[in-house]
Antibody, heavy 118, light 110 residues
Framework: EVRLVESGGGLVQSGRSLRLSCAAS????????MHWVRQAPGKGLEWVSG????????AYADSVKGRFTISRDNAKNSLYLQINSLRAEDTALYYC???????????WGQGTTVTVSS | QSALTQPPSASGSPGQSVTISCTGT?????????VSWYQQHPCKAPKLMIY???KRPSGVPDRFSGSKSGNTASLTVSGLQTDDEADYYC??????????FGGGTKLTVL
C-alpha cells in the first residue's frame, strides 16, 4: 500500500522553528518528486514547496521563501520541511504529497497540524 | 504565483451536470497541459480526480471529465450524485517543481 505519514507538527510560539517529517512507503521513493501543501483552517489548498528526486530542482511559494527549507533523504524514504521564524499565518494542516509527473499529485498523507501562537 | 481563479460555489441537482472553471495565465494553465483537479470532502485529504487536463486516475468514474481552452481549464461532473458534494480544487504545474492551486469551489448537490 502506498502511504505517506507526516509528523512533527504541534503548538509553537511565533518566531520559533519546527521540522516536519514525512515517511513514505509502498513505492520507490527516489523515483518521484515530492511536495508540501498546506491548508489553513477553513481555507483552500496552498502549495508550499516542491523537490525533485535528486534535489537538483527545489521551489518555494513566495510566502515562505527564505524561511522554509525542503529536503529529502532517499535512503530513509523521507521528506522534510524545516520551518523557521514561524508566523501566525503559517498555522495550517501540512500535507506531504507525491508527484507522479509534473505537478500531478496522486498520493496525499493525512497531514500534520502546525499551530503558531503569539 | 497568483492563485488560479475558481468560482467559490457551484450547484446542481442529482443527475444533472455541472462545470467548474479554473482561470490562470500563460505562465500556468495556458502554458502547460499539466492541469489537475482534486476533490476534498470535509476533514479528508484531497483526492486526485483529473490529471494532465483530461485524464482520469484508475478508479475515478467517467462522470468526471476535464478540458482546457487557452488559459481556462474546466471540470465537468455529469450525472451528479450526493457523494459528489465536496470542495474541488484545480492546480497547474508552473515549471521547476512548482505548482499553483485555485481558490477552490464548493459543489453543492441540491
Amino acid at each position: 500500500e502506498v502511504r505517506l505519514v507526516e509528523s512533527g507538527g504541534g503548538l509553537v510560539q511565533s518566531g520559533r522553528s519546527l521540522r516536519l517529517s514525512c515517511a513514505a512507503s509502498g513505492f520507490t521513493f527516489d523515483d518521484y518528486a515530492m511536495h508540501w501543501v498546506r491548508q489553513a483552517p477553513g481555507k483552500g489548498l496552498e502549495w508550499v514547496s516542491g523537490i525533485n528526486w535528486n534535489t537538483a530542482n527545489i521551489a518555494y511559494a513566495d510566502s515562505v521563501k527564505g524561511r522554509f527549507t525542503i529536503s529529502r533523504d532517499n535512503a530513509k524514504n523521507s521528506l522534510y520541511l524545516q520551518i523557521n521564524s514561524l508566523r501566525a499565518e503559517d498555522t495550517a494542516l501540512y500535507y506531504c504529497v507525491k508527484d507522479f509527473s509534473s505537478g500531478n499529485l496522486d498520493v496525499w498523507g493525512q497531514g500534520t497540524t502546525v499551530t503558531v501562537s503569539s | 504565483q497568483s492563485a488560479l481563479t475558481q468560482p467559490p460555489s457551484a450547484s446542481g441537482s442529482p443527475g444533472q451536470s455541472v462545470t467548474i472553471s479554473c482561470t490562470g495565465t500563460i505562465s500556468d494553465v495556458g502554458g502547460y497541459n499539466y492541469v489537475s483537479w482534486y476533490q476534498q470532502h470535509p476533514c479528508k485529504a484531497p483526492k486526485l480526480m483529473i490529471y494532465e487536463v483530461n485524464k482520469r486516475p484508475s478508479g475515478v468514474p467517467d462522470r468526471f471529465s476535464g478540458s482546457k481552452s487557452g488559459n481556462t481549464a474546466s471540470l465537468t461532473v455529469s450525472g451528479l450524485q450526493t457523494d459528489d458534494e465536496a470542495d474541488y480544487y484545480c492546480s497547474s504545474y508552473t515549471g521547476f517543481n512548482a505548482v499553483v492551486f485555485g481558490g477552490g469551489t464548493k459543489l453543492t448537490v441540491l
